[in-house]
T-cell receptor
């Protein structure tokens, strides 16, 4: 069965500093990987995805993520954090050969301090 | 991106009553929609896969008689929580993807519906 792990419940970073939100995955075969952001009492907004190709994926709002097959990781990054980036971030995976539903990690709350 | 609309955003009901939540794909057709449930400060748990014109596929541990899913058209799926109890209080989120795209397409999510059962 596929699974996603987000080892950090919360990440704190000062505004203007780089941020990293960690994600590791487990699937049989090659994965399709996704990052979503959720603001309070809202649905999820898509940030970026890795399907194939370049390991560094660029997405919305200046976010990017690096796919590392050997480490089975897909960490979310941003060079310079904004206070408005404070939200709940979810990593998700879909088995390439599996169904279309996504399996989500437990979420990481990002807090950017002014 | 594609737009998924969910209604109502908030609903409060009395224990024992039924509540219907609608999920619509506004600018695309969705043969498949997904219903997730999110407990406070927790991740999203897939409840069921809603299939247009056929029965929904429920995840293990989800009561199909309590959570009725109907996908009557290519743009509408409904989740009905029957005989609701306080433990059914949660944030319910639907999602859909325009086309199969070989499974590469991201899911688009509704804004969620917060159900509170008194």
């Amino acid at each position: 069965a596929q699974s996603v792990a987000q080892p950090e419940d919360q990440v704190n970073v000062a505004e203007g500093n780089p941020l990293t939100v960690k994600c590791t995955y487990s699937v049989s075969g090659n994965p399709y990987l996704f990052w979503y952001v959720q603001y309070p009492n809202r649905g999820l907004q898509f940030l970026l995805k890795y399907i194939t190709g370049d390991n560094l994926v660029k997405g919305s709002y200046g976010f990017e993520a690096e796919f590392n097959k050997s480490q089975t990781s897909f960490h979310l990054k941003k060079p310079s954090a904004l206070v408005s980036d404070s939200a709940l971030y979810f990593c998700a995976v879909r088995d390439k050969a599996g169904r279309r539903a996504l399996t989500f990690g437990s979420g990481t709350r990002l807090q950017v301090q002014p | 991106g594609a737009v998924v609309s969910q209604h109502p955003s908030w609903v409060i009901c009395k224990s024992g009553t039924s509540v219907k939540i609608e999920c619509r794909s506004l600018d695309f057709q969705a043969t498949t929609m997904f219903w997730y449930r999110q407990f406070p400060k927790q991740s999203l748990m897939l409840m069921a896969t809603s299939n247009e014109g056929s029965k929904a596929t429920y995840e293990q541990g989800v009561e199909k008689d309590k959570f009725l899913i109907n996908h009557a058209s290519l743009t509408l799926s409904t989740l009905t929580v029957t005989s609701a109890h306080p433990e059914d209080s949660s944030f319910y989120i639907c999602s859909a993807s325009p086309g199969i795209q070989g499974g590469t397409g991201e899911l688009f999510f509704g804004e969620g519906s917060r159900l509170t059962v008194l």
